[in-house]
Nanobody, 115 residues
Framework: QVQFVESGGGLVQAGGSLRLSCKAS????????MGWYRQPPGKQRELVAR???????NYSDSVKGRFTISRDNGKNTVYLQMNSLKPEDTDVYYC?????????WGRGNQVTVSP
């Protein structure tokens, strides 16, 4: 059974940094696009960043220049380095394939940015 487990979130002041990790188990995804997502209150889950098997990256406009996605295929792990955090980045962050699979959503990891 495939499972994505996110970690590394927490509480940080505005302007601070956090690094999220997503460990995949049950299968390998070195040939897949992987993505980080978040779901603002009252809105649909949105893609924040994605990375191809070869390391090509894309970012939403809201995080471009501040967040960096990376991956270690040997460890079956994807990372999200978040710098210059803003209160509006407060959310639960999830990882999944891109496009996502409904049955691969994990519990996510809470990121809270205080003013």
């Amino acid at each position: 059974q495939v499972q994505f487990v996110e970690s590394g979130g927490g509480l940080v002041q505005a302007g601070g940094s956090l690094r999220l990790s997503c460990k995949a188990s049950g299968s390998t995804f070195s040939n897949n696009y992987m993505g980080w997502y978040r779901q603002p209150p009252g809105k649909q889950r949105e893609l924040v960043a994605r990375i191809s098997s070869g390391g090509r990256t894309n970012y939403s406009d809201s995080v471009k220049g501040r967040f960096t996605i990376s991956r270690d295929n040997g460890k079956n792990t994807v990372y999200l380095q978040m710098n210059s955090l803003k209160p509006e980045d407060t959310d639960v962050y999830y990882c999944n394939l891109n496009p996502s699979r409904w049955d691969y959503w994990g519990r996510g990891n809470q990121v809270t940015v205080s003013p």
